[in-house]
Nanobody, 121 residues
Framework: QVQLVESGGGLVQAGGSLRLSCAASGTIFRINGMGWYRQAPGKQRELVAAITSGGSTNYADSVKGRFTISRDNAKNTVSLQMNSLKPEDTAVYYC???????????????WGQGTQVTVSS
């Protein structure tokens, strides 16, 4: 089994910064893509940022230039630095990872439990 544990959410004023972290643990042979998604009340879950094992990144247009995703492959962690936060960034943020248990096994998708980010105006 694989667990993804997020940390770093909280309440911040508009214009402020937060850093989210996610650590993967359990039976892990390899992780390919890792990413952060968010879901605001009444809205669908959406991709915020993603990063491949090689370090290529992809961002939602709404966060480009403000958020930065990074990962440490040796520690199986992924982080999201969020700057210039806006009230519309308020949501529950979820960590996601594609994990392979062992060689020859298919990659499986895992999610963290979510961490609340609230940006006040």
């Amino acid at each position: 089994q694989v667990q993804l544990v997020e940390s770093g959410g909280g309440l911040v004023q508009a214009g402020g910064s937060l850093r989210l972290s996610c650590a993967a643990s359990g039976t892990i042979f390899r992780i390919n893509g890792m990413g952060w998604y968010r879901q605001a009340p009444g809205k669908q879950r959406e991709l915020v940022a993603a990063i491949t094992s090689g370090g290529s990144t992809n961002y939602a247009d709404s966060v480009k230039g403000r958020f930065t995703i990074s990962r440490d492959n040796a520690k199986n962690t992924v982080s999201l630095q969020m700057n210039s936060l806006k009230p519309e960034d308020t949501a529950v943020y979820y960590c996601n990872a594609g994990v392979q248990y062992s060689t020859g096994y298919a990659f499986r998708n895992f999610w963290g439990q979510g961490t609340q980010v609230t940006v006040s105006s």
